[in-house]
Each structure stands twice: as structure tokens, then as C-alpha cells.
């Protein structure tokens, strides 16, 4: 274990600092000033404004569709009518998830479109009718338009009334002008008449109007939020499905990885130690013609095969360790990171913290995820210092690995770290990297622990 530098690195932090968690910019004036202002705002204010009439449209053809469905389901044309429901469902769904996305800016996925076993018809329609997509699709038809019109009247009545009442002294010149009254009428009848038209009257009419401004923002929020939950519960595939699709795509980064990895001892084999044997054959074949007639090439020859045999033995032992280390199995992460530390090119202290061992694969990607972070930290870190931190977080393995040097590092760059991402999620792992621009670098991995 090499020799520790100064504190322990580890702060056993949640995963979460990643590259994107930088310190909050400075602003000028409070949230609360900022947000009637806000690109936000604007955003959700126009997304509440929009769902009333494309809500009012949906539930018009979703209540006409439905009930002639129901009503034709006497006779066989009401099954396809329900199925064109349920499809004209799904088309708007589609535009709802387009809309969230661009307006709430809400990361939502898009269901599986629906398909038939035979590809015909009447296999389609049963295959939509079956979907309970669809009929979450239908759901949402029927519930957002009370929702809509709710958020659409209380959104619009605040952000009027606020405005204009923030506004009230620069024209109230209307009333006297074009209305014969000296401003906005609060009460009369047949001897007596209250406008808002003195100073003070028109101060405290902006003093509301400020206060509504200043609220509105943050009701149009809530408001959003509730679109959202419904957008996500209602338009969005279930969480099984999703898990679904999850696992078929992590099956497929295992398949690739197995094949890559298969590939890499073909190659590595072919192109190192089985051209050092053949070249060893050559040689021994060499030296048995001339052992009779010149010993003493023949001893040479033989003396150069024993130095390919000793390099061909090191690769083997190497190819041996990149595929899975026989100190790992015997003696665990601890001794087996160790090792590969001490090939480092930078000093690097390993600490490792478990008081068991996790599953023999979970113990092989962490094995291998380290390796590969120390790697690139001699190879493109331009580091003078490095340190392993392994530990057990509840039913989780973390590891760390940190370094001092340019940093700079980044997954979406298309690096050995897109792969490594790839190889811990298909385990349902984690890969975060927190790599600003000079450094240090903070490569966090998460692992299931299934021990």
C-alpha cells in the first residue's frame, strides 16, 4: 500500500457531485425579483394557456368517440371505433410530451408503439385494446380539461390582475378620457361613488399589484408541477416497461462487452504470445540443425529461445490478469488493487474500507473500473499524486478514484469512460465524473453490492 499525502481524499459524499454540480450563480436581485422575469415563468404561464383549448378538443372527440363506441359495441363496429379512440388518444399524447418537453422542459420518455402479433388489422385493434397505455392515454383525456380550465382561470386572473393593477398609474388617463369617471369604480350607487384616483389610492393599487406579480410566478410553478405529475403518470410508459427496455439495452452493452473482450485476447494472443512461440519453434528448429555442426550458434540460438519463452511466459501472465487476476480471487480488492497501484505511473494510495466481500462479478467490475481510471491517470492525467478509496455504502460499493491532475475529463467525449459507464449501468451502476477544467479530477463509481 503506497504512502498516504496529507488527509484522506475520501469524504464519503452521495454520489451526485458530479461535473454538472458547480457552485450556483450570483444574481443581482432575490428570486422572488427575478422570477416574473424568468424564461421559466413565461414558459409555464404559455403552457397553462395553451392546454385549455387543446385540452377542450381532446375531451370533446375522447367523450364523442367513447360514447359511440359503447354505444355500437351491440354490433361489431364498436370495437374499432373504441380502437380509433384509443389511437387518436395516443396521437395526442405524442404532441403532449412534445409540448411538455419544449414548454416544462420535462425529460419524458415515449411508450412503446403499439404493435399487432400478424400485422393486420383486426390484430392491431386488439393489440391497442389490450394496451393499458392507451387507455392512460384515454385517462388523461378525460381528467386534464377540469385540471385545465382550473389552471388556465387561476394563472391568467393572478397575471392580469396583477399587471394591470402594478400598472393602474400609467393609464388610468383611460377613465377620465374615454370613460367620464375619474378611475376604477370599487363601489356606487344612487348618491354615492368610490374611484381609485388619489395618490395614495393609486400607490396602494400598485403596492397589490407588486405583491400579485410577486406570487404569480410561483403559483404558476405549482400549477405546472401538476401537469407534470399528470404527464409523466398518464403519458409516459410504465415503470415496468421501462424497466423492460432498461434491461434489454443493458444486455446488449454485455453482449458487446463479452464480444470486445473476446476479441481483445484473439487479438492479444495472435499478435504477442503465439507469434513469440512460433518465432521459439523457428529458433529450436534452428539450433537442432547446428548443434552438430556449430554447438556453439546452436547454444546461442538456444540461449535466445530461453529469453522468448520468459517474455512469451510475462504476456501470457499479463493476458492472464486482464482477464481475471488470481489475486483477486484469493486475496480480494484490497490486495488486488494494490497490485495495480503499484504499477501506476504516479505514487497512489489505496484504502480500502469493506468488512466482506461483495459478489465475485461485482468484485471483477470494480476491479477492472479501477484499473481502467488508473490507466488513464498515467496515461493522459499528467497527475504527480493519485489515491483509491473503496468503502460500502448500505447495500452499495463506491469507489473513488482521485487524482491532482489538468482534469478536463469528460464521459460524453467518447473516451474509455463511455465505456465504463456503459459496463456499471448494465450491473445497474453508476459512473460520475467530476473533472473541471485544471484540475482535480474525482472519478465516483457506484456498484451494487449482491454479496
Known amino acids: 500500500m503506497a504512502t498516504a499525502y496529507g488527509p484522506d481524499t475520501r469524504d464519503h459524499q452521495r454520489y451526485g457531485s458530479g461535473s454538472g454540480d458547480h457552485p450556483p450563480a450570483r444574481h443581482v436581485f432575490p428570486a422572488a425579483l427575478r422570477a416574473p422575469f424568468e424564461a421559466r415563468t413565461w414558459r409555464e404561464f404559455g403552457y397553462l394557456m395553451l392546454s385549455l383549448p387543446i385540452s377542450a378538443v381532446l375531451f370533446s372527440l375522447a367523450i364523442a368517440m367513447t360514447s359511440l363506441g359503447i354505444g355500437m359495441l351491440i354490433t361489431f ?21 412534445t409540448r411538455a418537453r419544449a414548454l416544462l422542459k420535462l425529460d419524458v420518455a415515449d411508450p412503446a408503439r403499439v404493435r399487432g402479433r400478424t400485422g393486420g388489422l383486426m390484430s392491431w385493434v386488439g393489440a391497442v385494446l389490450k394496451s393499458g397505455v392507451s387507455w392512460r392515454h384515454l385517462l388523461y383525456a378525460l381528467l386534464h380539461l377540469p385540471w385545465a380550465v382550473f389552471a388556465f382561470s387561476v394563472s391568467l386572473t393572478f397575471w392580469a390582475y396583477g399587471w394591470s393593477a402594478l400598472t393602474y398609474p400609467l393609464w388610468r388617463w383611460v377613465f377620465p378620457v374615454y370613460a367620464g369617471v375619474d378611475g376604477i369604480q370599487l363601489y356606487g350607487d344612487r348618491g354615492h361613488n368610490v374611484y381609485l384616483d388619489s395618490p395614495f389610492e393609486l400607490a396602494v393599487t400598485s ?8 406570487i404569480t410566478p410561483w403559483i404558476i410553478r405549482g400549477l405546472a408541477s401538476v401537469d407534470r405529475v399528470m404527464v409523466v403518470g398518464l403519458l409516459s410508459p410504465s415503470r415496468l416497461a421501462v424497466r423492460v427496455s432498461e434491461l434489454e439495452s443493458d444486455r446488449g452493452v454485455v453482449v458487446d462487452t463479452a464480444a470486445a473482450d473476446l476479441r481483445r485476447i484473439e487479438r492479444d494472443l495472435h499478435d504477442g504470445a503465439q507469434a513469440r512461440l512460433v518465432a521459439l519453434a523457428m529458433g529450436l528448429g534452428l539450433a537442432k540443425e547446428k548443434l552438430t555442426d556449430d554447438p556453439e550458434a546452436a547454444a546461442r540460438m538456444v540461449d535466445e529461445a530461453h529469453g522468448e519463452v ?4 510475462q504476456e501470457l501472465r499479463d493476458l492472464a490478469r486482464g482477464i481475471h487476476p488470481a489475486v483477486l480471487t484469493d486475496r480480494g480488492l484490497d490486495a488486488a488493487l494494490s497490485a495495480i497501484a503499484s504499477r501506476c505511473t504516479v505514487p497512489v494510495k489505496v484504502d480500502v474500507d469493506l468488512d466482506a466481500r461483495p459478489a465475485q462479478a ?15 491517470v498515467s496515461k493522459h492525467a499528467h497527475a504527480t499524486r493519485a489515491s483509491v478509496d473503496v468503502w460500502r455504502a448500505s447495500n452499495r460499493l463506491m469507489l473513488q478514484v ?12 467518447g473516451s474509455g469512460l463511455a465505456g465504463l459507464t456503459e459496463r456499471l449501468d448494465a450491473v445497474d451502476g453508476i459512473l460520475v465524473v467530476d473533472s473541471p477544467a485544471g484540475g482535480p479530477t474525482r472519478v465516483t463509481a457506484e456498484l451494487p453490492w449482491r454479496g
Open 402 to 413: 482521485t487524482d491532482d491532475g489538468r482534469g478536463g475529463a469528460d464521459v460524453a467525449a
Open 310 to 313: 520468459k517474455v512469451a511466459l
Open 77 to 97: 363496429l364498436g370495437i374499432p371505433i373504441l380502437a380509433a379512440c384509443l389511437a387518436m388518444c395516443r396521437g395526442f399524447g405524442a404532441m403532449e410530451r
Open 362 to 376: 461485482i468484485e471483477g467490475i470494480a476491479y477492472f473500473t479501477v484499473s481502467e481510471l488508473l490507466q488513464n
Open 207 to 214: 403596492a397589490v399589484g407588486l405583491f400579485l406579480v410577486l
